[in-house]
């Protein structure tokens, strides 16, 4: 069935809607992975989001639900230049196409996606809708993004290591996976817990984990990072670095059209060792605003020199913007979640 992707400037791309859902609104965004679309399209972060994946041959390789890094789907949307249609993999379970249809996710295939990510990057990302009717006004939303993906209880994962408490905004598998293989001992708590739930398990060190969303309206969150800053170590991935950066007082702005892909090169400022890695952000932490404060800058973005991380100059707390664990993409900085044991240590 003919279909679009209409964004809110009123430009429209055409294609074919594959898929039986054939409806979904959202922000559109690119990433440009070459592979890994099983674990982008299940990546919590992207919640109330329309993907574009840049790389022009997309399910090939069918899905394995053992590389989906959440139970279900959180896209609105999946745009691709050209869906294959007889994926071979011997791992497959399900086609790419059959199992977004089990989750009622859109698939809009034949787009033109290199000028539509042209399009993004010139003007930046912006909200738009796949639709069959070309006059369709494109709507905003103001979801609960957190609510949709964090657990609902708190949750154990048994180790024999340090007690880390995770702060579910939507954390993907393979976090809990890294953790799990250094042996922490993991409780995980709703993105709306409160220091007196988290205080009950006496944790080791709070680490705030990856998700969706403007980092200014996790507010419990913030709250949480707030309250917790100098009495335990903390850790934050992505939306939990910049959560933690609001709660020490600095600002997080929106970029113009993100990082999103698996080879986003970063600099280590304290040994200038270069590392790839896996990200997925349309947030970051305002450079301006940690200037003389008591944190030190530790990772750099090499495109575009943002910041990458930061570390406290006083306190055991330390946050990396980009995707530590992987999944998809590189494993350069899977030592981190060796490292966060330092943290502890210190303490
Ligand atoms: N991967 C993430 O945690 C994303 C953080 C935040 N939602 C952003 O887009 O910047």
Redesign the pocket.
């Known amino acids: 069935m003919k279909g679009f992707i209409k964004l809110n400037d009123s430009t429209i791309f055409e294609g074919e809607i594959i898929s039986k859902k054939d409806f979904g609104q959202g922000e559109v965004v690119f990433n440009t992975s070459m592979t890994g679309y099983e674990e982008s399209i299940t990546?919590p972060?992207?919640a109330g989001e329309i993907l574009v994946m840049t790389y022009p041959l997309i399910g090939n390789y069918g899905v394995n639900l053992e590389n989906l890094q959440s139970k279900r789907p959180p896209i609105k949307g999946l745009i691709v230049k050209d869906y294959c249609q007889f994926p071979s993999h011997h791992t497959s379970q399900y086609s790419l196409l059959d199992y977004l249809d089990q989750h009622e996710v859109p698939i809009l295939s034949k787009v033109d996606t290199r000028a539509l990510t042209k399009k993004l990057r010139i003007e930046g990302s912006m909200n738009g809708v796949i639709t069959t009717e070309k006059d369709f006004e494109v709507p905003t939303s103001d979801e609960n993004?957190l609510d949709s993906v964090s657990t609902k209880e708190i949750y154990r994962i048994q180790g024999n290591g340090p007690k880390v408490a995770l702060i579910d905004?939507?954390v993907?598998k393979n976090i809990v996976n890294q953790l799990k293989s250094e042996g922490y001992d993991i409780y995980v708590f709703p993105y709306n817990s409160t220091k007196n739930d988290v205080d009950k398990v006496q944790p080791d060190l709070v680490l705030f984990?990856?998700?969706?969303?403007?980092?200014k309206k996790a507010k419990e969150a913030i709250l949480l990072a707030k309250e917790f800053i100098g009495e335990k170590p903390l850790f934050g991935?992505?939306?939990?670095?910049?959560i933690i950066s609001l709660a020490l007082g600095f600002n997080?702005v929106?970029?113009k059209f993100?990082h999103r892909g698996t080879n986003h090169p970063v600099m280590n400022l304290l040994n200038n060792k270069c590392y790839i890695t896996s990200?997925?952000?349309?947030?970051?932490v305002e450079k301006e605003s940690v200037k003389n404060k008591d944190v030190i800058i530790t990772y750099i973005n090499l495109n575009d020199q943002s910041i990458e991380g930061i570390m406290h100059k006083k306190y055991p707390i330390f946050t990396v913007?980009f995707?530590p664990e992987g999944g998809p993409g590189v494993h350069d900085t899977t030592f981190i979640f060796r490292k966060i044991k330092d943290l502890i240590n210190r303490n």
């Open positions: 990546d972060s992207y993004l905004l939507g993907k984990s990856n998700g969706p969303g403007d980092p991935i992505c939306l939990g670095h910049q997080t929106k970029m993100g990200q997925n952000h349309g947030y970051m913007q995707h």
